[in-house]
């Protein structure tokens, strides 16, 4: 008796063990088989129902009735009596300060008292590892942030939901937005998200280096000359150990030493434009002014590897470095008071280009509550959601209102100009997102490194990467 | 007796007579199930992923043979293959050979041997980035104490990470650096093994050091040394984290200098989102692996002593 006791023991451990490895759910998934979670995604359905009823009842006099009843809830179609959904939000966004995106949920919630925000925060650098997996999985959240780069390859493969129609049905104003980034998450054909943030990559400059060289701080006027000369004068073997420790300036991004020059990564047949004279030359000067001694003001990639750009320039070893809006921060925490900088405009050599970057939330098309996670990109991506965002000095909002106002306040007059990173929208320009740019960067990239090690020639280098490059959007169809 | 009865009888008899086995089945489950779901099935899901062209995102379409064809033509694959070979067969034998003497200096018996052995087991239990990032330094062109010592002995400073002929090697030393201590205690542990008296009677005979190492030491730790090398071979054919965290970008650069295999798969599975593809690199990969394995474990019948 004692030992078949025993043996039901063995054998419920076994089934339990079956149980574990064929269905490992994780608990997440467990909660949403939990039949609550059932009722509310049948719920959904009797909603947008309900929105649709209403909307052929009363057509219009609904918008101005909840505008006065719930003025956060701009231009909403949203009915605030239906019983409670939840809908799962992703982000990066400000990760390193968890407070301010938290922000933006729970102010959401406070509007929208029927809405359930499940909201998780990852930092960039796995971001997009979770979120492909979740996607291979099946199992995206509802509204996903996206940087407009990804967003690009997300929308091509299928996994965004076109936003167009959710703008066209409420008629939803564009214009407090800017335009440009607006215009930015459009990919593939479709309204792949809503601008939650951009940022703008202009001059940051190390006053104290300028005083120590005796130059005057640049103005609007200066040229590209004006910045070399600067540069060339900075430029030195300060500890005198025939090693030089101190540059003027830094090469930033290879592409904007293409479209300074009106080169293009990606010609009007789309094909690859970099065997282009101008593109040529134009990467050629990035080479020169790190590797030419004659013309050498910046690190070349050797000492960037010893140490990076953003190193060198919070030690204040830079005296000129273009970078980002998303600089600000990080550089007053680690600065502080060790010299004193400021932002000057973006300085071309030929054509006034510098990049744009944005992110979005996106809705992802596998979700089950469209409404409400459109309620949710509206809010959180609106004038609302954005002036959190801002003063949380988390990159610069693309809502006019708030933009040009709080982003300049939240930046407490260090950089003393922070307008210029507003100026430069005028002249700013969108990088290249098309849905293999990954692929395609990854080919450019290792020829153009050997360049820039002084290993091949330009010229020679371009044909190298055009040759793969097209080869590469020939087989897939582009 | 029912029908019930008697079955239920007969499994009780059959339970009764194979007591012992169930108890081990039950105990090896855990291992077996996990290889069953993580390793048997993901491989076998590979093959069939090697056949698609599956994105992650969207749906698979069968293609045939079309990502096996695009390896003959892919670049990248054979100049991964070059630098897979040339991380492997420098650093497998170089590593075996110093691990092979660092392990003789060890079996002394001298002061803080402890010490020493426990030092040269750091590497091994260390974290890659932490160990990538301090060598990173040591080579680095005009910092790196190593360039230190090349200009102080004369010589001029070697750009080590970025000049596309000595980052490879670069990665390879670290590569030996790390795993030399596994190998060390493996070979300890097959030196600690072999009989005094075999020493003994090898000296009484006149044997001198040379001859003791050749004909007593290696053929009596040859079966550690023929472990010691498949699976040095196994994981160098496999290289990735070095080479991964070496490079600040993670881009096996300078220009496809540090691609291993391991690196390209990764590049085009996770960061290019071509699984179908991938998962074909990775079946190359693993024929590779197979083939190296093979032929040593044919070799081992001319060269291992007395297999236990």
């Given at each position: 008796m004692k030992q078949r006791n025993r043996y039901i023991l063995l054998f419920a451990v076994l089934l339990a063990l079956l149980a574990l490895s064929a269905c490992g759910a994780s608990p997440e998934e467990a909660e949403k088989q939990e039949p609550e979670a059932v009722e509310t995604s049948a719920d959904v359905s009797s909603i947008s129902e309900e929105i649709k009823e209403s909307e052929e009842a009363d057509e219009g006099a609904e918008e101005s009735e909840q505008e006065t009843e719930?003025?956060?809830?701009?231009?909403s179609v949203w009915d605030f009596e239906a019983e409670p959904v939840e809908i799962s939000v992703m982000s990066f966004f400000a990760s390193d300060n968890l407070e301010v995106e938290q922000g933006v949920v729970d102010a959401f919630e406070g509007a929208y008292p029927n809405i359930k925000v499940s909201y998780e925060n990852i930092s960039f650098s796995d971001y997009f590892t979770v979120v492909t997996t979740l996607a291979a999985g099946n199992d995206l959240p509802d509204v996903l942030a996206m940087n407009f780069e990804e967003e690009a390859r997300y929308a091509d493969l299928g996994v965004l939901e076109d936003l167009t129609p959710f703008i066209e049905k409420e008629n939803f104003n564009l214009d407090k937005y800017y335009a440009s980034t607006v215009r930015m998450h459009q990919h593939s054909g479709i309204q792949a998200g809503l601008p939650a943030t951009f940022s703008i990559v202009i001059n940051f400059y190390n006053k104290t280096m300028f005083d120590e060289a005796g130059i005057p701080y640049p103005t609007e006027d200066w040229t590209w000359d004006d910045l070399v000369d600067a540069a060339q004068k900075m430029t030195?073997?300060?500890?005198?150990?025939?090693?030089?420790?101190?540059?003027?300036y830094v090469v930033g991004w290879w592409p904007n030493f293409v479209y300074q020059n009106e080169g293009t990564i990606l010609n009007e047949e789309g094909r690859c434009g970099l065997t282009s004279p101008e593109a040529i030359e134009g990467l050629q000067l990035m080479v020169d002014l790190t590797l030419d001694p004659e013309q050498k003001i910046a690190p070349d990639r050797a000492e960037l590897s010893a140490s990076g750009d953003w190193d060198r320039f919070m030690a204040g070893g830079v005296g000129i470095l273009p970078n980002g809006t998303w600089a600000i921060t990080p550089f007053k925490e680690n600065i502080e008071d060790s010299f004193e900088w400021d932002v000057m405009p973006f300085i071309s050599f030929n054509k006034q280009a510098t990049f744009m970057f944005g992110n979005a939330y996106s809705m992802t098309s596998?979700?089950?509550?469209k409404e409400a996670a459109w309620e949710f990109i509206k809010f959180a991506t609106g004038e609302e959601g954005s002036r959190i965002r801002q003063a949380g000095e988390y990159e610069t909002s693309p809502v006019k209102a708030v933009g040009a106002k709080d982003f300049i306040e939240s930046t407490n007059g260090v950089p003393e100009h922070a307008e210029y990173f507003l100026d430069a929208t005028e002249y700013a320009i969108l990088p290249v997102a098309h849905p293999l740019w990954g692929e395609i960067h990854g080919i450019i990239w290792p020829e153009l490194e050997l360049a820039l090690l002084g290993e091949q020639g330009v010229e020679e280098a371009m044909t190298a990467a055009c040759d793969g490059v097209d080869t590469l959007l020939e087989e897939n169809g582009y | 007796m029912s029908k019930f009865q008697r079955v239920f009888s007969g499994v009780r008899t059959w339970v009764a007579r194979h007591r012992e086995q169930l108890w081990a089945y039950l105990f090896i489950a855990p291992g077996i199930l996990t290889f069953l779901v993580f390793n048997l099935f993901s491989t076998l899901a590979s093959v069939g992923i090697s056949f698609t062209d599956w994105r992650l995102l969207k749906p698979p379409n069968f293609v045939g043979l079309a990502n096996y064809q695009r390896l003959f033509a892919d670049p990248v694959f054979s100049k991964a293959l070059v630098n897979t070979g040339i991380y492997t067969f420098v650093g497998v034998p170089v590593g075996v050979f110093l691990a092979l003497l660092l392990a003789m200096a060890l079996n002394q018996q001298i002061k803080g041997i402890t010490f020493f052995r426990v030092a040269y087991y750091m590497p091994v239990i260390s974290a890659s980035v932490a160990i990538a990032m301090v060598w990173m330094w040591i080579f680095s062109r005009d910092y790196g104490i190593l360039n230190y010592l090349i200009r102080s002995l004369g010589g001029t400073s070697v750009d080590w990470l970025n000049n596309t002929k000595t980052v490879l090697l670069a990665a390879t030393i670290v590569s030996i650096w790390k795993d030399l201590g596994f190998k060390v205690i493996i070979f300890l542990a097959a030196l600690q093994d072999i009989p005094e008296d075999l020493m003994d009677a090898a000296k009484i005979d006149g044997a001198r050091w040379w001859q003791q190492f050749t004909r007593v030491v290696v053929p009596l730790i040859s079966p550690a040394i023929l472990y010691v090398t498949i699976t040095g071979f196994i994981g160098a054919v496999q290289g990735f984290d070095i080479v991964y965290n070496m490079r600040f970008d993670h881009d096996?650069?300078?220009?496809?200098?540090?691609?291993t295999l391991a690196f390209y798969i990764w590049e085009m599975g996770f960061s290019n989102l071509r699984m179908g593809y991938a998962a074909t690199l990775a079946i190359a990969l693993f024929l590779i692996i197979l083939l190296i394995t093979f032929i040593q474990w044919r070799l081992r019948k001319r060269f291992v002593y007395a297999e236990v």
């Open positions: 719930e003025p956060e809830a701009e231009g030195q073997d300060v500890d005198g150990d025939g090693i030089i420790d101190q540059f003027g596998t979700s089950k509550q | 096996g650069g300078p220009a496809r200098a540090t691609t």
